[in-house]
C-alpha cells in the first residue's frame, strides 16, 4: 500500500522567511496529493492540493510542486506570517482512501 | 448547512466500557472515514465506507466497528476500550474518493 514520509517534523521560521516542507511516497500509481492545514485545537482544513498531471500549482502565498519521477512533492510558503503557524500535513491518494504524512509543526517567530 | 459533525465532543471512559461516537455530514458525500490523532504520528484511517450500507478496514481497525445505515451517518464504536485508545478522533467524508476531505471537529477521547 501507500507510504507517506514528510519532513522536517518541526520547521522554525522568522516572519517574512520562507518554509518548504518535503513529502515522498512509495506508490507511483498516487495521482492526487493534497495538503492540510491543523492549528491548534482544530480540525485539518484543505490549503491546497495537486494532481499528476501538472507539475506545479500556485495560491497566492502558497504552492505545491510535483516531481513524479522521484516520487516527492513539497509545499511552499512564501512571506511567512504568525497565523502560519500550525501543523501541515501533505498526503496521497491510494486506494479508495488518503495516506497522511506524519504532520510538520510549523512555527512563525516575528 | 452545518458541514461534517462528530458527538461528542469530549469524553473519559475507564478500561472495558463501550461508546458509540457519531458522525453526521449534510453535504450529500458518498465518502465517509474515521482517522485517529496521536502525536507525531499523524492521521491513521481506522474505518471507511464508500457509500451507505458499505463499511471497509483501514490502518488501524483493531478494537474498533462501524456501521452506516445512513448515508448521512457514520458510527464508530468501541466494544472494550484500553487506555491505547486514548486520542482524538476525526471524522471526514468527501463526494468522492479523489476529492477534497471535509473533517469534522473532533472528539477527545481519554480512557483510564
Known amino acids: 500500500g501507500e507510504n507517506v514520509e514528510q519532513h522536517p517534523s518541526t520547521l522554525s521560521v522568522q516572519e517574512g522567511d520562507s518554509a518548504v516542507i518535503k513529502c515522498t511516497y512509495s506508490d507511483s500509481a498516487s495521482n492526487y496529493f493534497p495538503w492540510y492545514k491543523q492549528e491548534l485545537g482544530k480540525r485539518p482544513q484543505l490549503i491546497i492540493d495537486?494532481?499528476?498531471?501538472?507539475g506545479e500549482k500556485k495560491d497566492q502565498r502558497i504552492a505545491v510542486t510535483l516531481n513524479k519521477t522521484a516520487k516527492h512533492f513539497s509545499l511552499h510558503i512564501t512571506e511567512t506570517q504568525p497565523e502560519d503557524s500550525a501543523v501541515y500535513f501533505c498526503a496521497a491518494r491510494g486506494v479508495h482512501k488518503l495516506v497522511f504524512g506524519a504532520g510538520t509543526i510549523l512555527r512563525v517567530k516575528s | 448547512n452545518a458541514g461534517v459533525t462528530q458527538t461528542p465532543k469530549f469524553r473519559v471512559l475507564k478500561t472495558g466500557q463501550s461508546m458509540t461516537l457519531l458522525c453526521a455530514q449534510d453535504m450529500n458525500h458518498e465518502y465517509m472515514y474515521w482517522y485517529r490523532q496521536d502525536p507525531g504520528m499523524g492521521l491513521r484511517l481506522i474505518h471507511y465506507s464508500v457509500g451507505e450500507g458499505t463499511t471497509a478496514k483501514g490502518e488501524v481497525p483493531d478494537g474498533y466497528n462501524v456501521s452506516r445505515l445512513k448515508k448521512q451517518n457514520f458510527l464508530l464504536g468501541l466494544e472494550s476500550a484500553a487506555p491505547s485508545q486514548t486520542s482524538v478522533y476525526f471524522c471526514?467524508?468527501?463526494?468522492?474518493?479523489?476529492?477534497?476531505?471535509?473533517f469534522g471537529p473532533g472528539t477527545r477521547l481519554t480512557v483510564t
Open positions: 471526514a467524508s468527501s463526494y468522492n474518493w479523489g476529492d477534497e476531505q471535509y
Open positions: 495537486i494532481r499528476s498531471n501538472v
